[in-house]
């Protein structure tokens, strides 16, 4: 069965840690995503990779930055933790150029206190 | 900016109702996908479609792309508290990079 497995389902962090958040896929994906989800907010994009060391900025990369060394991994850091990081993210991987829809983890609820 | 509104927002119906959700925008998707989210769990996608007025059925949900490929609809026939949950489209755009555009959701509440 074809997946993508986030490390945690639940985190809990102090304001001003540094968070790594990661994620793995198998199905050979070259694009890779990191969301989060918060409610009347829908899910935004924070960045995304399309290639091992590529990355692109999303729609809210601020305080947040990704890594990429090797195609099935995609790790999502905070860089040092605020209460207003406190979400839900989603990571997601699809084939380059491909329409066809994404495959999502089952999510990290991150609270930072 | 492509974006995609969806309606409704929020839907709380009986057990054995027919409901529509509807996913619109002014710009052209190549694709469309329909997504449902369990509570704490991440989306899981239900169905691609790819060409103009394009229906497709999944057991009791039917999935409609437009004509012109600017929206698309789900029905649910005989709605069952399993189908409890959020519904979102998404779209690919025309920049083929493999970024979708979400919708911001239908939060369904299916009643027994």
């Known amino acids: 069965d074809v997946k993508v497995t986030q490390s945690s389902r639940y985190l809990v962090k102090r304001t001003g840690e540094k968070v790594f958040l990661e994620c793995v896929q198998d199905?050979?994906?070259?694009?890779m995503f990191w969301y989060r989800q918060d409610p009347g907010l829908g899910l935004r994009l924070i960045y995304f990779s399309y290639d091992v060391k590529m990355k692109e900025k999303g729609d809210i990369p601020e305080g947040y930055s990704v890594s990429r060394e090797k195609k099935e991994r995609f790790s999502l850091i905070l860089e040092s933790a605020s209460t207003n990081q406190t979400s839900m993210y989603l990571c997601?991987?699809?084939?380059?150029?491909?329409?066809?829809?994404?495959?999502f983890g089952s999510g990290t609820r991150l609270t930072v206190v | 900016t492509q974006l995609l509104e969806q309606s409704p927002q929020f839907l709380s119906i009986q057990e054995g109702e027919n409901l529509t959700v509807y996913c619109n925008s002014s710009s052209v998707f190549s694709s469309l996908q329909w997504y449902r989210q369990e509570p704490g769990e991440g989306p899981v996608l239900l169905v691609t479609v790819v060409t103009g007025g394009e229906v497709k059925k999944l057991k009791r949900l039917t999935f409609q792309f437009g004509d012109a490929r600017k929206d698309s609809s789900l029905h649910i026939t005989a709605a069952q508290p399993g189908d409890t949950g959020l519904y979102l489209c998404a779209g690919a755009g025309s920049s083929n990079t493999g970024k979708l555009i979400f919708g911001q959701g239908t939060t369904l509440q299916v009643k027994p």
């Open positions: 199905m050979d994906h070259e694009n």
């Open positions: 997601a991987s699809s084939f380059l150029n491909d329409g066809y829809g994404y495959t």
